[in-house]
């Protein structure tokens, strides 16, 4: 109970579903092998001091399993955004922010799109993705 801030990018697909990757690098990363959803859920409540937040980066079909884990954690869900890579098109992800310790009432904010009508980055997506290229290190 020391950190404000944990944030993840779990693996995308329940075990047992999807096909699997055998032999590459992309099997632990896609699949639930070695950390579940509620693995990363209970890292995260143990992780956070009251008050802090849990991010995850998700698929959208793992919605329920997300807030049932965070829920059974005290991670309470805050804020949504689905990231849709353009308009028409149905979310290919979900971001979720969970407070720990925080009562109920989730908030949706306006999707985050990736590409506009012509297949560039919207002016979000260019800031979001981009900006590193124009900071200097120092």
């Known amino acids: 109970e020391h950190y404000d801030l944990v944030s993840i990018n779990p693996p995308y697909k329940k075990l047992g579903t999807g096909i699997v990757n ?18 990363a859920a209970k890292a995260a409540a143990y992780l956070l001091k009251y008050g802090g937040r849990f991010c995850i980066c998700q698929r959208p079909e793992r919605l329920a399993d997300i807030f049932e884990s965070m829920r059974s954690r005290k991670l309470e869900p805050k804020l949504m955004r689905e990231v849709i890579q353009r308009a028409g098109k149905e979310p290919s992800l979900v971001l979720v922010e969970g407070k720990k310790g925080a009562a109920p009432g989730l908030r949706i904010l306006p999707p985050l799109f990736i590409e506009d009508g012509e ?12 900006s590193y290229k124009y900071k200097t290190v120092r």
Not at 119 to 130: K, P
């Open 119 to 130: 297949g560039n980055y919207t002016d979000e997506a260019e800031e979001l993705f981009c």
């Open 22 to 39: 055998e032999g590459t690098d992309y099997k632990n990363a896609r699949h639930e092998f070695t950390c579940t959803l509620d693995d």
